[in-house]
């Protein structure tokens, strides 16, 4: 079946300007994550949805970013007024719930570069 | 909190010999635990996980951890190296205690396996 996509797969945009990234998660995954990878480091958790409860932003850097699932699927991370620490790759991911919750299905990410 | 601590940006091994990717973590409660791989030019997939019960797991791709609590530790193990084994892995954990559902994943390890 499908697996997470995103998009877009790469995106390049002046510091200052606001940019959209979104994830299709797969169908019938309740949770989604998303992460950012920048180069040379590891995951860095951002935000996570699960179902209808409220979101864990906790991993939010600043109040720049912002995420929302519509529906219990799709979502939009967007980042406002961006810089260029903001450039890295973002990973969403989605999965099931219950004791497989943290078996995580991540998508290609998106490549953003703020020049 | 909890963190996750990979020693080794990179492990080189021959074909056909054992290999092992180390890693340790840090949580106030129980841990979950993860291994996920990312190939080169492809997703990071989930490989494993320990929740309770056997010490060691087996996973994917002949894969296996073990879980040692005393030394707080979740080798990544597998008898026999293949090229294709070549990849990124990470080590993620979860501490089962708080209320927090997202994983946080370590730095990342990059295994090189020679022909």
């Known amino acids: 079946g499908a697996g997470v996509s995103q998009s877009p797969s790469n995106k390049v945009t002046e510091k200052g300007k606001d940019v959209e990234l979104r994830c299709d998660p797969i169908?019938?995954?309740?949770?989604l994550y998303w992460y950012r990878q920048s180069l040379g480091q590891g995951l860095e958790f951002l935000i996570y949805f699960q179902g209808n409860s409220a979101p864990d932003k906790s991993g939010l850097p600043s109040d720049r970013f912002s995420a929302e699932r519509t529906g219990g699927s799709v979502s939009t991370l967007t980042i406002q007024r961006t810089q260029q620490e903001d450039s890295a790759v973002y990973l969403c991911?989605?999965?099931?719930?219950?004791?497989?919750?943290?078996?995580?299905?991540f998508g290609p990410g998106t490549r953003l570069t703020v020049t | 909190a909890q963190s996750v601590a990979q020693p080794e940006d990179q492990v080189n091994v021959a074909e056909g010999n054992p290999l092992t990717v180390k890693c340790t973590y840090s949580?106030?409660?129980?841990?979950?635990l993860f291994w996920y791989v990312q190939y080169p030019n492809r997703g990071l997939q989930f490989l494993l996980k320990?929740?309770?019960?056997?010490?060691l797991v087996k996973g994917s791709y002949g894969f296996e951890a073990e879980f040692n609590k005393s030394q707080t530790s979740f080798h990544l193990k597998k008898p026999s190296a293949l090229v294709s084994d070549s990849a990124l892995y990470f080590c993620a954990v979860r501490d089962m205690d708080t209320g927090r559902r997202a994983l946080t994943f370590g730095s990342g390890t990059r295994l090189q396996v020679q022909p």
């Open positions: 991911a989605s999965s099931l719930g219950g004791e497989r919750l943290n078996e995580q299905y």
């Open positions: 949580v106030s409660g129980n841990p979950y």
């Open positions: 169908s019938g995954h309740t949770a």
């Open positions: 320990y929740i309770t019960g056997d010490n």
